[in-house]
């Protein structure tokens, strides 16, 4: 069957911004909360410290698809909540799934600071704060842009996964169309649109780093 | 007056005790240079005044906040004990040994510590005012990487101390101009020589003009060539009068820049002087063995 590009572009254009609407509200979530989980992760109590382990491990060691259906079907087969919103739920499992690995990246970046800038900052009496925001936050930045760049490029391509929740994203749209014309067309036409977004992060990055590249 | 005082300061690493009852003051406009072998417990006494240790027991006063108090005075006995003067771990052996006259037991006086003591530390403001008072050149810098020459020495005059922008850059131009760097003002940290690194981490200490400054091994971490600029650097503080504490290595700069000079071994001082007589004419054979050492390599 003929492919017709005049009914498969708008609604894969449309499915897209489904797909941008995860990626960037994932980003939102697991951004910030990442940065609390490292610092949970780093601190000095075990009460704090233990949990955010099992956290950290459980995100980490279970299949993201697992965890899209246990967010979708945990509020009905749990608490007998119905009617909970596909891409909210959908939303939530990326969210706490990028936030164990953003917050493992930002404990490397943070642990891979010298003491010497924490005991320099104190000697000249900034306080905690100061010295995270001032001192040590723009270090780690700088040092964890490569692999936060890795990480963004495969939630690009995670947002796929949300299909199998039932959310209409690029990848659902595609494979439907695909078996409708049985045709590859509609996967090549994804493909493209998978890489053209992530030409662009790929492109954001190398900007931020070649912003960062005026000191070592 | 004074601006520094430590008094039967101890300090342990788990069983390692590190400060065995350090006690000594520094004067203002005093240059008291700490010399000892390594491992002696030199820049855990930095880092405890700093507070970035905290003593065991002890007190410290500096500008005459006191940053850490004795509540309870510790107490010692001194007792005697016996000891083989041969050791032998088998104690039955020994007795054997001993009824044949083959080893003899004598008596030496040992301290028994009866009660530790007990130190209190001030509250959070006192401590944070003692902090601004303080100033500390790390052996190697820790200048931040992030912020411009400039910008590592105005930043904590502005954010610490509520400095303006243009009043903090002005003292910071003028002590780069006294570093002989100002040229360098808005390079990074990367792009400058260890030696003038560690001439920007002094002017930064400055920058909020410390009652006294403590250099750890100042040139420690410089190539040779290096070294030579950061001691006239520390020389014309000490011209100006500025009180200092260096931890160093340099015997010749000890001896000449220093008011006195302190030399502990062990966690002790062992002994403290003009440097013509600790440098020149040591009184203790630690001290003496120490110099030996130096003078041969
Ligand atoms: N944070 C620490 N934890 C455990 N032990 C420590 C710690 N810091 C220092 N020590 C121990 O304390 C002792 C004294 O160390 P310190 O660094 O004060 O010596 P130093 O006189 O400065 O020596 P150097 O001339 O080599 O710098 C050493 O035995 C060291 O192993
Ligand atoms: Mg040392």
């Known amino acids: 069957m003929k492919v017709d590009f005049g009914t498969l572009l708008p609604a894969m254009l449309q499915a897209s911004l489904t797909s941008l609407a995860i990626f960037f509200l994932t980003l939102i979530i697991a951004l910030p909360l990442g940065l609390v989980i490292a610092a949970g992760r780093l601190s000095k109590h075990k009460v704090i410290r233990w949990p955010v382990q099992v956290y950290l491990l459980i995100m980490r060691g279970t299949p993201l698809m697992l965890q899209l259906f246990f967010f979708f079907f945990g509020p009905f087969y749990i608490f007998g909540i119905k009617g909970v919103s596909r891409l909210a739920m959908c939303i939530l499992a990326f969210g706490l799934n990028y936030t164990a690995y953003f917050a493992e990246i930002y404990r490397g970046g943070m642990e891979s600071i010298p003491v010497g800038q924490h005991e320099a900052a104190a000697a000249l009496g900034f306080t905690r704060e100061q010295t995270f925001f001032k001192i040590i936050l723009p270090q780690v930045v700088k040092r964890i842009v490569p692999p936060m760049g890795n990480e963004f490029m495969t939630l690009v391509k995670d947002t796929a996964l949300a299909r199998v929740i039932a959310v209409v994203e690029l990848f659902d749209v595609a494979a439907k169309a695909a078996s409708g014309y049985v045709s590859t067309v509609p996967f090549i036409v994804a493909a493209v649109f998978y890489l053209v977004m992530n030409a662009i992060v790929g492109q954001a990055f190398l900007f931020t780093e070649r912003k960062l590249d005026y000191y070592r | ?297």
């Open chain 2, 1 to 297: 007056m004074e601006i520094l005082s430590a008094t039967h300061v101890f300090k342990a690493f788990e069983k390692n005790e590190v400060l065995k009852d350090i006690s000594f003051s520094v004067a203002q406009g005093e240059v008291v240079a700490i010399i000892g072998p390594s491992g002696s417990g030199k820049t855990t006494l930095l880092r405890c005044i700093n507070q970035f240790e905290t003593v065991d027991y002890g007190e410290i006063t500096v500008c005459g906040d006191k940053m850490v108090t004795i509540e309870e005075k510790r107490e010692t006995e001194w007792i005697q004990t016996e000891i083989e003067v041969e050791m032998l771990s088998d104690t039955s052996a020994a007795e054997e040994l001993l009824e044949e006259g083959a080893v003899t037991k004598e008596t030496q006086l040992v301290e028994r510590v009866i009660n530790p003591g007990r130190s209190v530390y001030a509250d959070k403001e006192t401590l944070r005012k003692i902090r601004l008072n303080i100033g500390l050149v790390f052996q190697n810098f820790n200048l931040f990487p992030h912020f411009s020459v400039l910008r590592n020495i105005t930043e904590a005059p502005v954010a610490v101390l509520g400095k303006s922008k243009q009043e903090a850059e002005a003292i910071a131009m003028e002590l780069l101009q006294k570093m002989g760097l100002a040229a360098k003002a808005n390079e990074y940290p990367y792009q400058l020589s260890g030696g003038q690194q560690q001439r920007v981490s002094i002017a930064r200490a400055m920058a909020l003009s410390p009652a006294i400054l403590f250099f750890d091994e100042p040139t420690s971490a410089l190539d040779p060539e290096l070294t030579g600029e950061i001691l006239k650097v520390i020389r014309s503080l000490a011209e100006e009068h500025m009180t200092m504490v260096i931890v160093t290595h340099e015997m010749a700069f000890a001896r000449d820049v220093a008011d006195r000079v302190i030399f502990m071994s062990d966690g002790v001082i062992v002994e403290e002087g003009p440097p013509e007589q600790v440098l020149g004419d040591p009184q203790e054979e630690r001290t003496k063995q120490f110099l030996l050492r130096y003078t041969e390599n």
